[in-house]
């Protein structure tokens, strides 16, 4: 073949292969259009009792108008549906353990620790139980979601992507996404940190445990009640480790303790001013939800106007975020009222011990006789693969999910698992006139309990948990399983509202929550302890508001981005201590790096990238040597996840006991030091040594779509958020990690919205050509302020009777 022939060849090669690359994005094209929301036009839609009108302005702040709540419940379901529908079915589907029927055998494991709880069923059961009113808003939801679903002009483009259709919502789908919350803000619904307690106590002296899980004083910052007693450091009379051999190097047991030491723990910051402190009189109020991150965001900006004869002018004005899959505003203000959560970290599980009768295994032991274990044959649908059989054991205290040290099996009490623990009471927050109506409602609202950080118009502010379901227990210890046939065990009733622990304007005109502690005593024993976070986070926030005497909504805003490290500041010194006489020329090189401490975990930040490291390492070095102990009897054991470590770990480099050194180093400073190296061994070889590990290297923004990971790089890359570094990591204000972070920014005084801020990550729609794709997500991660309430009318679309 003659080089003229071959050119033309490759020539026709190059364009049939341009034109198939053509063709397919154009295809591409074709559906992802086809499945973009309608924004703009007049349409019919069968069942509304009035016009209502949907705008839309630059960000996609969808501003929703209509004659009554219901109404506007119909055409949020419908606008949802149009933007969001794919993400919805995703959440409903992992509450119910359903993923791997739309993505395959890759979501089994997902799905089959999810259906022991058989939430679909408890779901239902709550649909059930509703009030008359309750149940018609969820189905008003509901045809307003599957009216918009149904107006696309195709499916949304993932269900192209995988090849599937996508089903119809039903009513009670609305509290499976409540179910995924539950799930998400109580450890997946696995108890696995009071397992893992149980094991350590099982293995080593209840006092060493107690020990090396105490709070820390150091940086508790409760809202009412004192602070934790100083640990106080076993002797050796209670537990010595010089006569063991040396445990496993910490390397080796990373994997047991890096989970617990740097875990992402979803959580929030929320804090007030009272109206003393602000510039118009009215109060003011801050949050910010920290959640894994996603593209598009969890939440949805939305603005609810309708007819109310109880609001200002008669007329309801509403603003704030939504979550898809509800017809309820969650987090915002009503003109009179804010408001705003934190996971508030309380004990909502309980691990039953289930005596089996030695001639019956079917039944087990209740108290005054027995009863039989209920067994539910599930089946879990998988794409392209037979089905998944799940048999589920239950009893009257819930599923058997696991065993006790010494095999017995373990029921899991749960509140997530109650259809009583489901309502829409939430919605009535919309209507609150004040400050005590909206706390009165606290203990009445079916969602996971949660602090509630409430701020008025008229200058007051109040907290408060909110959760319909805070177990009343009585004759055994909440942190470990416990024989509850036994008479007088277990769980006995439920709190009555005037057991709520309240707080309302505190003498200072502050408060403050961020998944810390925040009461003691009795109200601490009814909430109980469910992995409270450090603290060091809510400090600082406490500090920040001390620090002013008058606040805007900027202000508010500052004090959500404050990266500063106070936590680390003492790290730092010590490192500058054990680097100080070596020779070691590494060693000088990190302690040079570290030296000019700027105290912030900023994107170019070594030294905070460096100290934060060297305090990992030293915890892993101390802890070491207690979780291979209990490793070498409990296979399975992970270092109970928490931030508790701190106060043991600090206590012990104060007081350097010898009884608790683990014999491979010789003293305490040994153990620093080979931390230090440990820590150089790990960061200085990669690509520029140790100078060019910057804290943004790290801590990149990592805002994805689900489906990202499916697709080759370069398609990836148009679904994703630019991947960017951020500041912040997780005992600041500004909480952020890869993937995780601030799902909003909050900061509001009712009554005076047009001056409000709202940052949102992610963008409103999932779709990579609608306007609002990825709509707001750069002043998220550049902390730029973005309004609250929409600016003009971009698109406006008419929903008609």
Do not use: C
């Amino acid at each position: 073949m003659t080089a003229a022939r071959r050119w033309r060849w490759r020539r026709a090669l190059l364009l049939g292969a341009a034109v198939l690359l053509l063709a397919a994005l154009a295809g591409a094209g074709f559906l992802l259009a086809g499945g973009r929301a309608r924004l703009d036009g007049r349409l019919h839609a069968a069942g509304l009792h009035g016009s209502v009108g949907l705008e839309r302005d630059a960000l996609g702040t969808l501003t929703v108008e209509g004659g009554s709540r219901d109404d506007v419940t119909y055409a949020l379901g419908f606008a949802h549906a149009q933007e969001r529908y794919f993400a919805m079915d995703l959440m409903r589907r992992l509450a119910a353990g359903e993923l791997a029927e739309l993505v395959g055998k890759a979501a089994l494991d997902t799905d089959i620790v999810h259906r022991r709880h058989r939430l679909r069923a408890v779901a239902e059961a709550a649909y059930a139980q509703l009030p008359p009113e309750q149940r018609h808003v969820l189905d008003r939801y509901r045809d307003g979601v599957n009216a918009g679903l149904a107006d696309l002009r195709l499916k949304p483009w993932e269900y192209f992507l995988l090849g599937t259709e996508p089903q119809p919502w039903r009513s009670e789908d609305s509290f499976l996404i409540i179910a995924a919350m539950y799930l998400d803000l109580n450890g997946d619904g696995r108890n696995e940190r009071e397992l893992h307690m149980a094991q350590m106590r099982a293995t080593l002296p209840q006092s060493l445990v107690d020990f090396l899980l105490a709070p820390d004083p150091d940086w508790e910052a409760p809202l009412s009640g004192q602070l934790s007693r100083p640990p106080v450091v076993p002797g050796a009379d209670v537990f010595d480790l010089r006569p063991a051999a040396p445990a496993a190097r910490p390397a080796a047991l990373a994997a047991v303790l890096a989970p617990a030491l740097d875990a992402r723990r979803p959580g929030s910051n929320s804090f007030a001013v009272a109206g003393a402190l602000t510039e118009t009189g009215a109060a003011m109020l801050a949050n910010d939800m920290h959640l894994g991150l996603r593209v598009p965001n969890i939440w949805f900006r939305v603005r609810l106007r309708y007819a109310d004869p109880a609001a200002p002018n008669g007329r309801r004005d509403a603003s704030g975020v939504s979550l898809p899959g509800t017809p309820a505003l969650v987090v915002g203000s009503n003109g009179q009222v804010a408001w705003g959560f934190t996971n508030s970290y309380g004990d909502w599980q309980d691990w039953v011990r289930v005596q089996r009768d030695p001639a019956d295994a079917g039944r087990y032991k209740v108290p005054g006789g027995w009863a039989a274990i209920e067994r539910h044959d599930e089946r879990i649908r998988v794409k392209g693969q037979p089905d998944y059989r799940l048999t589920v054991e239950g009893t009257r205290w819930g599923p058997i999910l696991a065993k006790d040290t010494d095999g017995t099996p373990l029921a899991l009490a749960w509140i997530g698992d109650l259809p009583r623990a489901y309502n829409l009471g939430v919605m009535q927050l919309e209507h609150a006139a004040g400050v005590a109506a909206a706390l009165d409602l606290a203990p009445t609202l079916g969602m996971p309990p949660q602090n509630l950080l409430v701020a008025d118009r008229d200058g007051h502010i109040g907290w408060t948990i909110a959760g319909n379901s805070i177990p009343l227990r009585g004759g055994f210890d909440p942190l470990l399983p416990a024989d509850w046939s036994l008479p007088g065990s277990g769980w006995l009733g439920w709190a009555s509202a005037a057991q709520y622990p309240r707080i309302v304007d505190p003498a200072d005109g502050r408060l403050w929550t961020a998944n810390n502690r925040t009461v003691d005593g009795a109200a601490l024993a009814l909430l109980g302890n469910g992995g409270h976070d450090l603290g060091a986070r809510a400090q600082q926030i406490r500090d920040g508001l001390r620090a002013r005497g008058s606040f805007t909504p900027g202000n508010l805003l500052d004090i959500q981005l404050d990266n500063r490290a106070v936590l680390l500041t003492r790290w730092q010194r010590l490192l500058q201590d054990t680097l100080a006489g070596t020779q070691d020329p590494a060693l000088i090189e990190l302690r040079n790096l570290t030296a000019p401490w700027r105290n912030r975990a900023a994107v170019d930040s070594v030294d905070y990238r460096l100290v934060r490291a060297f305090r990992e390492q030293v915890q892993l070095a101390v802890l070491a040597p207690f979780a291979a102990r209990v490793k070498q009897r409990h296979a399975d054991f992970m270092w109970p996840t928490s931030s508790a470590s701190e106060a043991a770990v600090w206590a012990m480099l104060r007081d350097r006991p010898a009884n608790l050194l683990d014999p491979r180093y010789k003293d305490w400073n040994a153990l620093l030091l080979d931390a230090a190296r440990r820590l150089v061994a790990e960061l200085g070889t990669q690509p520029g040594g140790l100078a060019a590990r910057r804290w943004g290297e790290y801590n990149r923004s990592a805002v994805n779509h689900p489906l990202a990971r499916a697709l080759p790089g370069f398609l990836a890359h148009f679904l994703d958020m630019p991947d960017e570094p951020l500041p912040g990591d997780r005992d600041m204000p500004r909480v952020a990690a890869p993937g995780f972070g601030a799902s909003e920014r909050l900061d509001v005084a009712p009554g005076h919205e047009a001056e409000a801020i709202l940052e949102m990550p992610g963008g409103q729609s999932d779709n990579p050509l609608s306007p609002y794709f990825g709509a707001g997500h750069e002043d998220w991660v550049n902390g730029r302020p973005t309004p609250l309430l929409p600016g003009p009318a971009r698109h406006t679309l008419t929903l008609e009777p």
